[in-house]
């Protein structure tokens, strides 16, 4: 399996550009490599966004999404990665990931990351 | 069936035009068809307003909801189209609609439109 | 059965009208009957509100809110009604009503209603 | 669409017939027309077995169930008849089927079906 | 409005009378008035039953269960009032009534009747 | 306030004697005080009964246990006080009594007596 | 039982009064007496705060608390006043007391009091 | 901290052996040393038990489990162990204990041991 | 990575073999590949087992597990084929598994397995 | 065991330092001893936080946490000491500490300890 790659998100255009409305995408089967221990880390990826032009398809993001399942990545890297690759190919208005991950050592870890600001 | 239209929407006069009250309405049982797949799609959606002079009428709701039930209808665009009609025909002081549908291939979708801003 | 009637509703004297502080009553067995079809509405009636003199008393509240158990009433009009009559009694300095009705053909409704602006 | 066939129904062979275990299919986008009010039904459907030589494969039960979307059906029978549908098509040592249907009238009504003994 | 009376309830003939199904209709919206104080009860009723010959239709149920809305009953003779007039109406295999009332006095009460015995 | 005495507890008679129905009653609000530190505990009564000839009154029961409110009692030792004396007031054919206690230090008790058999 | 008393209330020097930190307390078995009724009175208090040079200690909080078992208290009136002992003993930067009473007569009781603004 | 022994434990005489009733004490904060990573387990212990002539005594329950909190020890056996000590130390008719710990590398683990036969 | 195989399960002697207790193990993250659609399947796995002389050492459980990661599978056969592994590597007295897989096509489906029976 | 000791604590640069994002970490399974009574205390810590240059390494947050096992702390000040090591060894944008501990004498206790200001 190839590693992680933004080619493999595609889009379609915004169906109503001149509204500011919110798409929520929840993927709770995500799951990728702890570079550290080898072992699989599992999380769910809540990703909020208002879309400018372009919106993602959600087969291709599914796609994209399980091109982590094999590939080394830390939380805090991984969601930020993400979260440039859905930005660099859908140039959102607004856009937040949270990463919920499952616990480790009974310590379970969260990370938000956004980009520009909610249009209030 | 027909398609659905905002004909079939009827409305009564808002008994307290004096005062911005809120009414929210929950319809869990929307159901449409994906245009892609022609598998159906399910979802719930949570209409919130402040009505001006015009409700809708519960009843004429349920059955303009069920217009959908043959129609194809991507989630983005749908969920604009309903609050377009809602809002053509009532139209509100503010009103917001949340349509959150069940997963398919593991990722479920929230969309969430807005018409004007909630009276402070 | 009388029609509903705010001469029902006692008072007693705010015992610390020197503090803004909120009393949140919460009321599940509201029912009333729908003047369209006859048949009976159930709700739960949340009433938040900040007392200015008077504080109204709980017993007669509940005796006021039986009064409705056979009238008929729309989900709209009767939680501006019992806003009105409690704000009559009352003369509050802040008063929210949540009225969640139990669900009718698969919808269910919730009107809030307001009186005045809740103190900072 | 057509009228619900056992015919859509595919099946393979049970991969291990040499024991009894059982299979839970939990199916809660279910959805059929109420012959008396020709509003649909909606409904969660909870299928288990213990297979003997077939097993219904899982694809062609989602497209046979769609196939009661525009189908008018009380929830009695249809319950029935999807169970005489699945035992017809893989002739399982027992199978039971639970139909909880969504309220109507402020009611719901679930529906629990057998056929054969569950082997102990 | 009128004392309950068996009357009300409908019934249909059972379409599988081949097979012992279980039926179980949940009312959550029951209500009858105290002997004692005069007050309103509340409470969720759960009728299960192995039908003969004839089920009772369920919009004939919930008129007959509104016919106890202004009844002065106890919680005890209620139930098994209920289920005296739904084995007298249907004759069922079996029939159980669990009735769950809401607290009074900070204390609530479920009664479970049953007619004859679930047949295994 | 007296000791907790069997005299509070009232009964009337069992509607139905022919038929063996289950009356459960919850009472969430029992407080005592442990005999050992002084301090009051806390826990939810839940009582379970096949009523013979005598069904115990539940305003009586509420006022019988509040009896226990400045009454130092261990958790095994009341638990089983009290279905002695409901059985010596109402002699049932069955009766349970489960009584789940708050924890202190950290650990919480549940105490589960019984009086008879339940008729099957 | 001697009446409810602010010298029952210990503290202790704020290890860090150099930070705007907050306590939250929740103490979910506080139990008085309604004055009108008798009867006993339930709830539960959560307690928040900002301390300034003091704090309570929890233990001579959890005595004062019992102070109240025995003593004629309506709702208002006490949250009011656990909150003038409170503040009185601690003088704290910010307190709030939200005291949420167990249902009577069906109906539910919530009453939040505040000292003060919490800083920001 | 010395390593556990039953010999913290107490006893008290069962105030009611003529009564098979069952106490069941939960204590979640159960805590020992992983003996192979050195890392601290936690879970929650469920011990259910007919006394015969000798009840344990609570706090003397929690010392004794405290004395886990710095002792190597796998699930199987800790669980077996306790349930030794307090069958070696109260003779009862029937002991149960369920001891649910937290997860470990994605892996949580419950381990239910048994003495004897609840008596019916 | 290589294919499942038995031979990564390590065993230890059962500590306590003259008691039959039972061990359960969630193992929530669990995940193959459907060999129909190439995409990855999710599910939860429940073991349970009264051991001989064996028990299944909890890291190389997780091994074994995460063998299964990119390897084919449907549902019912590798619920069968992981009780094979783990009954052949342990001879337990009892030993059964559910796999509770997430929803696919709005469809989940549970698979439970069993070898042997329940030492009551 | 030694004292806690902030050398304990790793770090590893920030990966995204041009971004403002929140990391969200849960350590349910704190526990320290009550310097009054010598009683273990248990509670979750949530530590939310924006890196500036270094973000902490959860291994080593984890064995820092557990220093704290048989060290003794009153809940206002270990909370307190916590945030200053972290905020010392990573100097943090913003940082967050909730510590939420179990009941104790039925009252339970929450401290929310605050470093700077979540940009924002």
């Known amino acids: ?3 992680p790659s933004r080619d493999t998100l ?3 255009p915004n169906p109503y550009p ?6 929520v995408t929840v993927a ?3 799951t990728s490599i702890c570079p550290k221990t080898g072992h699989p880390d599992f999380g769910t990826l809540t990703i909020s966004y208002v879309a400018d032009e372009l919106c993602y398809e959600l087969k291709s ?3 994209y999404l ?6 080394g990545a830390y939380y805090e890297r991984v969601t930020n990665m993400i979260l440039d690759d859905l930005v660099a190919v ?4 607004w856009m937040k990931i949270e990463a919920a991950f499952t616990p480790r050592g009974g310590i379970r870890t969260t990370v938000v ?3 520009g600001k909610q249009p209030g």
Do not use: I
Request: overall charge negative; cysteine-free; proline content about 6%.
């Open 10 to 12: 595609d889009t379609f």
């Open 66 to 71: 399980q091109e982590y399942r094999n590939h």
């Open 18 to 23: 001149e509204r500011n409305f919110v798409v």
């Open 28 to 30: 709770p089967e995500f």
């Open 61 to 63: 993001l599914k796609l």
């Open 90 to 93: 859908t140039s959102p208005r």
């Open 1 to 3: 399996m190839s590693d």
């Open 113 to 115: 990351v956004e980009h």
